[in-house]
């Protein structure tokens, strides 16, 4: 059985292989810079993971002996792909063994919100945090009541269905705006915290409209999609408007952005929060 980073079944796996005393018993290791929520808000700070590297080990499961391997995955220098095999004719234990690391999994993240960032064109699991109260958001009463009860709304199963109906395309979005520091972000992770969902951050100063739209394909059906500093597309737009005809693939353009969050090929099930510094 192969796990590749962008498999369902990867996270589960690495986070197996971290909890393991030999994870640190290891001649080389693969250091990876990562994120971590810091108390009490949602700013995240950089931290370092550390990942056995060519890593080859047995162990006994249910009185079968496994063999996991971890190899360099093909085009990519720091970035390695799990090999779980067993003696036999059927790969059933192997599904055994990963159904009860995602289960210790769950236990080990109960009550937590999973934050995940972009890199490249993949998303990477960042941290995992405490769920944040409703009741830490500061906001007038009435302006995050309407928000919360229009959330729960639309992630109600009558609404689903009233989407499917009517043809449309089942998602909501949220334009959030202010100072920095205001709670844009913590209103995000609020709203997570309460209906257990994952949020998934991207910072659209760093992608193009290609890698946008592709990562976007790669969303799971129900989640937060965190779209930060979108005031980041005026300068495309500005270039779109004053170089007819050349390219901007660098930064991602107005079109682009609409495309992938109201376009004909959008994600469904998303709750896209798009955040602009007000100035």
């Known amino acids: 059985m192969v796990l590749r980073p962008s498999d ?6 690495r986070n197996w292989v971290q ?3 030999f994870a640190t018993d290891t001649r080389s290791t693969i250091v990876t810079l990562g994120k971590q929520a810091e108390p009490g808000n949602g700013a995240t700070k950089n931290t370092l993971q550390y990942s056995p590297k060519n890593l080859r080990k047995s162990f006994w499961y249910k009185s079968k002996l496994l063999y996991l391997r971890a190899v360099p995955e093909e ?13 036999g004719t059927s790969n059933g234990i192997l599904k055994e063994f990963l159904h009860d690391c995602q289960v210790t999994l769950e236990k080990e993240t109960e009550s937590k919100t999973a934050i995940y ?3 490249d064109d993949r998303w990477n699991l960042a941290t995992r945090r405490g769920q944040k109260r409703i009741d830490t958001v500061i906001l007038p009463e009435d302006v995050k009541k309407d928000f919360f009860d229009d959330i729960a709304e639309y992630l109600d199963p009558v609404a689903v269905s009233w989407y499917a109906e009517h043809d449309q395309l089942y998602h909501r979005g949220y334009l959030f705006y202010g100072v920095p520091g205001t709670g844009k972000t913590s209103l995000s992770l609020a709203a997570a915290g309460q209906f257990g969902l994952d949020v998934y951050a991207m910072n659209l100063s760093k992608v193009n409209d290609a890698t946008l739209s592709d990562l976007m394909r790669k969303l799971p059906t129900r989640c937060i999609l965190l779209l930060e500093d979108i005031d980041a597309i005026e300068s495309a737009k500005s270039r779109e408007n004053s170089d007819a005809g050349s390219s901007t693939s660098s930064s ?4 682009g952005l609409l495309n992938a969050i109201d376009g004909a090929g959008s994600v469904e099930g998303i709750c896209p929060c798009l955040a602009r510094p007000r100035e």
């Open 8 to 13: 369902d079944s990867y996270d589960t796996l």
């Open 19 to 21: 909890s393991q005393p």
């Open 75 to 87: 085009g990519y220098l720091h970035r390695e792909r799990f090999l779980l095999s067993c003696m």
């Open 117 to 119: 960032m972009n890199s």
């Open 252 to 255: 991602v353009t107005l079109s």
